[in-house]
């Protein structure tokens, strides 16, 4: 892996490449992760593509969120990372990030295909916002992610005594910190509906089997989906959200066979 850097507007940008040939796959992570937490995912990856994973704002090394931080701002962020690549991408987004590659899809041309793993849309989380404010305040990053597991994610409390013990937890808690603007951001969001049918591009949805129609991430994925109606819906057997983490060799499957099909 090597470090990409971006400069936009004061603000630095940085993502993780592996090298390759081809058009480059760049890939959008969500809240709560980083291009860190898609290494295995990258690796697992049967192709020869260059593969570029976003270190969004919020998420160091890149820069904060910044002042008026927005939706738009990811958007506007993805268009300048795309514009200085100078390819036709493969563009994939997790979580908020597919929200964000498919708002950007909807305002370029210049993609070969957008793949998006349960993308969220508002209203998510909205009763979270407020008790992560007052966490992070008080610098208790332990009960912000509690927070956004349970609260959030719908997570039980015997999932997150478990996710205490386990390694990922320490990871877990710097990435709180841009959470409450992030979720305000997505709440305050009006998705471009009308434009995504029109996304000319092969679109692929990816969804966690055990998510289906439940709430918060089945029934979020359900209104992009009909959003979408000339999208290919791909489900990953035996999975959830976070496919990424707990089998990453499936998802990069999942990813390897919607690159290699298209011609």
């Known amino acids: 892996m090597r470090l990409l850097r971006f400069d936009r507007g004061g603000t630095t940008l940085f ?6 040939d081809g058009p480059p796959l760049v890939m959008v992570p969500g809240v ?14 049967a192709l020869p593509n260059p593969v570029i994973v976003l270190n969004r704002r919020g998420r160091l090394p890149s820069g904060p969120l910044g002042a008026g931080y927005s939706v738009r701002t990811e958007i506007d962020d993805l268009h300048h ?5 100078g390819e036709d991408v493969e563009l994939f987004g997790w979580s908020y990030g597919g929200l964000i590659a498919l708002e950007a899809a909807t305002e370029r041309s210049s993609l070969r295909s957008v793949v998006a793993y349960e993308p969220v849309s508002r209203p998510f989380a909205v009763n ?7 966490a992070l305040g008080m610098g208790d990053l332990d009960r912000a992610v509690e927070i956004v597991k349970r ?3 719908g997570y039980s409390a015997e999932y997150v005594a478990a996710l205490r013990e386990d390694p990922v937890w320490p990871v877990l808690r710097p990435l709180t910190h841009p959470l409450a603007d992030e979720l305000a951001a997505l709440n305050a969001h009006h998705p471009a509906w009308n434009r995504y049918h029109d996304i000319k591009v092969p679109v692929t949805l990816l969804l966690g089997a055990f998510n289906e129609d439940k709430p918060p991430y089945g029934t979020a994925f359900n ?10 819906v791909l489900r990953l057997p035996g999975q959830g959200h976070l496919a990424h983490t707990e089998a990453p060799g499936l998802l990069a ?9 298209r011609p």
Not at 32 to 45: E, I
């Open 15 to 20: 993502a993780e490449q592996r090298d390759g």
């Open 128 to 134: 979270a916002i407020e008790p992560l404010r007052i």
């Open 223 to 232: 209104v992009l989906a009909q959003a979408l109606p000339q999208a290919r």
């Open 81 to 85: 990372v795309l514009d200085a690549i």
């Open 151 to 153: 609260t959030a994610a």
């Open 32 to 45: 709560m992760s980083d291009a860190r937490a898609w290494r295995a995912v990258v690796d697992a990856l």
């Open 253 to 261: 499957k999942h990813l390897t066979d919607v690159v290699t099909a």
